[in-house]
């Protein structure tokens, strides 16, 4: 068997800004699907199926609303970030945040719920903290929340057939882009079939071919246009700050942010219910090509292109493809890439 990927050990988006931090590797995490290759005895798993029209929410605190630097969105005392990071800026800050992306989660919970919704799934997408960013207790009371890592599908986990829709509060753009914070999970490019895909439209795939819709992405103006541009079905944009930086925007004040999610997911799950809004699919097979980030160090790409389970073909020193059937084998593509940062 061979050695497993070391663990990045700051977040991903950390590594495109300000480079890689490895700690020794601990075999794929707790469970998970790492590059070991086992197979995630979680994969099946459902979620509590409630009645009513049923929306699942994810909540990307590196996209949320006011947010703009690292500090914000880290503690500073991930496994393997610098010491110099574990500072009181970092641990007042990010705890300030992570109590206003709960906010941002209820906000959009109350408009899907005046628009007609009645089951609520909240998915905690970002690596910060062990993906436990979301403040539990803070949680409207209605809804399931998804936190925690490793897990399968990554920030869709359990998502399946019976949910009516999709929606993203944190959209963040593309990896080079310019957007705020700008990544694309592990990778400095991903495509399929020849179309670039962001985090949002990757997802948006995978859930479209179980027929389930986009029809509310909240973000930077560079993620809301570029996803506009994947997307040709259409959703309803919430434009929560403007970039002017890779880590500078114009935002807006937390309560407006809040005012405008709300809108936006009422106004969605009217629009869905009435059928605006149809399921991202892309021809099959899907033909995938991605670039292995260039913070990831050699040895890691090296693993990376051990991956048997996917039948990569290597076609330069970090590019990589393969060919699928399953838009699930894409997002367990994603799962088994990603550094498990846990703390």
């Known amino acids: 068997m061979r050695p497993p990927l070391p663990r990045v050990a700051s977040l991903l988006l950390a590594l495109s800004i300000a480079g890689p931090a490895m700690l020794p590797a601990q075999a794929g995490g707790r469970g998970g699907r790492g590059l070991s290759g086992a197979p995630n005895q979680f994969q099946n798993k459902r979620l509590p199926v409630e009645p009513g029209f049923r929306v699942y929410i994810v909540s990307n605190m590196a996209g949320m609303g006011a947010a703009v630097d690292l500090k914000e969105i880290m503690a ?3 496994a393997g970030a610098p010491a110099q990071t574990a500072t009181a800026s970092f641990s007042e ?3 300030r945040f992570r109590s206003l992306l709960t906010q941002e989660a209820n906000a ?10 009645r089951s609520f799934v909240v998915s905690d997408a970002h690596p910060g903290n062990g993906f436990g960013n979301i403040l539990p207790w803070e949680l409207d009371s209605g809804a399931v929340l998804v936190r925690g890592f490793p897990r399968p599908l990554f920030m869709i986990s359990g998502i399946d057939s019976t949910f009516g829709t999709l929606m993203f509060d944190g959209a963040v753009a593309s990896a ?5 914070l700008p990544h694309t999970f592990g ?9 670039p895909l962001n985090e949002v439209a990757i997802c948006a795939l995978i859930a479209g071919e179980m027929g389930v819709p986009v029809s509310m992405v909240a973000g930077d103006d560079a ?22 930086g890779r880590m500078a925007g ?24 009435a059928g605006a809004f149809k399921p991202f699919t892309l021809a099959k097979p899907y033909h995938v090509e991605f670039t292995v980030q260039g913070a990831m160090s050699d040895d890691m790409v090296a693993q990376v292109a051990a991956m048997s389970e996917f039948k990569l073909e290597r076609t330069g020193p970090r590019l990589f493809r393969f060919t699928t059937e399953s838009a699930r084998q894409i997002g367990y593509l994603i799962d088994a890439m990603q550094p498990a940062v846990i703390r």
């Open 187 to 195: 990778f400095d490019a991903f495509s399929v079939n020849g179309k």
């Open 223 to 244: 993620a809301i246009e570029e996803t506009r541009s994947m997307l040709p079905g259409g959703f309803v944009p919430v434009i929560t700050k403007y970039a002017v």
């Open 250 to 273: 114009i935002t807006y004040s937390p309560a407006k942010v809040r005012q405008m999610i709300a809108a936006g997911a009422a106004e969605a799950v009217r629009r869905e219910k």
């Open 176 to 180: 080079g882009s310019k957007g705020i």
């Open 93 to 95: 800050y990010e705890t």
């Open 108 to 117: 959009a919970i109350r408009g899907a719920r005046l628009g007609g919704a």
């Open 76 to 78: 500073g005392t991930e």
